[in-house]
């Protein structure tokens, strides 16, 4: 059964960073496109950022494109998110998801594992 489990969220102030992680329980870690999206209440989950089976094909949303980075640590089954420079309209659940098929997608869709969420608050 393929485990995602993410930590580091929390309250932190406008302006601040964060990194969240993921951990991930699966063999062939190597082997799953990783992402993560966001999902505030009441509005549908969306897309932040991918990392591929190659750790150099990466996407990000526009409206984050330049304030994150995602990259991975296959050794240790873990994918990362750092978010700089955090908005209070931040404040939302965030979700690692793994896809066993693709290279890499932005599409939630094709992603068939997901974790519970960490929820980061932004707020003075």
């Known amino acids: 059964q393929v485990q995602l489990v993410e930590s580091g969220g929390g309250l932190v102030q406008p302006g601040d960073s964060l990194r969240l992680s993921c951990a991930a329980s699966?063999?062939?870690?190597?082997?799953?496109?990783m992402g993560w999206f966001r999902q505030a209440p009441g509005k549908e989950r969306e897309f932040v950022a991918t990392i591929g089976r190659r750790v150099d094909h990466t996407h990000y949303a526009a409206s984050l494109k330049g304030r994150i980075t995602i990259t991975r640590e296959n050794a240790k089954n873990t994918v990362y998110l750092q978010m700089n420079r955090l908005r209070p309209e931040e404040t939302t659940g965030y979700y690692c998801a793994a896809d066993s098929q693709s290279i890499t997608t932005t599409r939630l869709t094709d992603y068939d594992n997901w974790g519970q969420g960490t929820k980061v608050t932004v707020s003075s």
């Open positions: 699966l063999r062939t870690f190597s082997n799953y496109a």
